[in-house]
């Protein structure tokens, strides 16, 4: 009975610091955050942005390190294809040499890459890992990139988009004036039906656009003259 309960009491007596350790083990785990997206889609030759985004409880140092691995399909194989620690290290070797660019902020927690002129064969797993001491502990977030042909539906429902902004409003534009036109046309005919007399305005219009009409007569009978001339002088 003494036994039992001396240990019942020392049993009780380290509940609360595994609880502490438990509580802090908890914390660091949690301490830095990373998202990525989950799914990423693209298209053969058109750049690529594979997203990181991290979040720390420390502030950002010149320690802060970035690491981006790539796994193909169906394959346990990875391979570095991005490190980042105060400068820019893309891979120099293997399927994304000189096509890995750097598009993140580690200030503003972005820990971005893109990827230029994209295949089928890029197809895989990217895995984003960030450390910033002391906070090295994370999840480990993965993207699945597949990488495809732009189809031509793709490519027409693109152009159909491109033709509803553009021609659309110009269509209704073109209707309305159409309609103003009839309109106006209608009235015109109503009014000459009815035997209205034209008012001092619309009177002078019509003696303007004579006066322009006999303007511009006199202005093409001079051109056809000076070719006249022009070519009598040739002769």
Same mark, same amino acid.
């Given at each position: ?35 990525? =997206?989950? @799914? ?5 030759? *058109?750049? %690529?942005?594979?997203?990181?985004? #991290?979040?720390?409880?420390? $502030? ?74 002391? =906070?090295? @502990? ?5 993207? *699945?990139? %597949?990488?495809?042909?732009?189809? #031509?539906?793709?490519?027409? $429902? ?78």
């Amino acid at each position: 009975m003494k036994r039992s309960a001396a240990t019942a009491s020392r049993g009780s007596a380290l509940l609360p610091l595994v609880g502490v350790l438990f509580f802090q083990s908890v914390h660091t785990v949690l301490s830095l955050e990373i998202k990525v =997206d989950a @799914h990423v889609r693209g298209y053969v030759g *058109e750049k %690529i942005k594979l997203k990181c985004i #991290f979040k720390s409880t420390s $502030s950002v140092t010149d320690k802060l390190t970035i690491d981006w691995t790539y796994r193909p399909p169906s394959s346990s194989r990875t391979e570095s294809i991005f490190h980042y620690q105060s400068f820019q290290y893309p891979t120099t070797a293997g399927t994304f040499r000189d096509r890995i660019s750097w598009v993140g902020d580690v200030y503003k927690g972005d820990a971005s890459i893109s990827i230029n002129n994209p295949t089928t064969k890029d197809n895989g797993t990217f895995s984003c890992a960030v450390k910033n001491p002391p =906070d090295v @502990h994370h999840n480990i977030p993965m993207t *699945e990139l %597949i990488v495809t042909e732009r189809g #031509f539906g793709t490519m027409l $429902s693109s152009v159909a988009l491109l033709s509803i902004l553009v021609f659309i409003p110009s269509s209704v534009v073109v209707v309305l004036l159409l309609v103003r036109m009839g309109r106006k046309s209608a009235g015109l005919k109503k009014r000459n039906k009815s035997g209205f007399k034209k008012s001092s305005i619309e009177v002078s219009d019509d003696t303007d656009q004579e006066e322009e009409d006999d303007c511009m007569a006199r202005l093409c009978a001079r051109c056809a003259e000076c070719l006249d001339s022009d070519y009598e002088e040739t002769y």
